[in-house]
């Protein structure tokens, strides 16, 4: 057993659990946290996808019954089935242009510069939206939003392709 290599794997564990349910983009911390501890290459990135897969399971897992009362639902709420036009409406934009660019992305943007570049960016893109234009909450809840807003959504989420960017919505 390589104690080395489980000490990368605990650390960059840590980095995904403490990452991924912030507001921050937790593929850009493992990209730096793994250029820090020299784990890349083809290894680490079967590792991210390893770890990622947990994270989303758990979001899954958390969501199962507002999910089960969606599907259960589609024949007969009309709040179920604009829930699921909105959620695939906002699929959309990351979905087009993710097919689009999807191997320039990954061949110039997954490596440590540009993601501490977006993280830098977007912090301050970030501070300038809170000290400058004060934004007010105009959709308070899922159910409440229009394809527009689901669209917006969509848009803002698209910006996540680039590691390190966090979209804030």
Same mark, same amino acid.
């Given at each position: 057993m390589d104690l080395v290599l489980l000490a990368k794997a605990l650390v960059l564990g840590v980095v995904e659990g403490l990452t991924e349910f912030l507001p921050i983009s937790s593929t850009g911390h493992l990209i730096l946290a793994g250029e820090l501890l020299g784990f890349n290459g083809d290894k680490a990135k079967v590792f991210?996808?390893?770890i990622q897969t947990g994270a989303m399971l758990a979001i899954v897992w958390e969501y199962r019954m507002k999910f089960w009362r969606v599907a259960a639902g589609l024949t007969g709420e009309p709040a179920a089935r604009r829930f699921v036009a909105n959620l695939v409406v906002a699929f959309v934009p990351a979905?087009? @242009?993710?097919?689009?660019?999807?191997?320039?992305?990954?061949s110039y943007l997954f490596r440590p510069v540009p993601v501490a570049l977006a993280f830098i960016v977007g912090g301050l893109i970030i501070l300038w939206v809170?000290?400058? @234009?004060?934004?007010?909450?105009?959709?308070?809840?899922?159910?409440?939003?229009?394809?527009?807003?689901? @669209?917006?959504?969509?848009f803002a989420q698209a910006l996540?392709?680039?590691?390190?960017?966090?979209?804030?919505?």
């Open positions: 991210e996808i390893v979905a087009v @242009l993710g097919l689009a660019f999807g191997k320039l992305i990954k809170e000290r400058s @234009l004060r934004p007010r909450v105009r959709v308070e809840r899922v159910e409440d939003m229009t394809w527009r807003d689901a @669209l917006k959504v969509g996540a392709l680039i590691p390190g960017a966090t979209p804030i919505t």
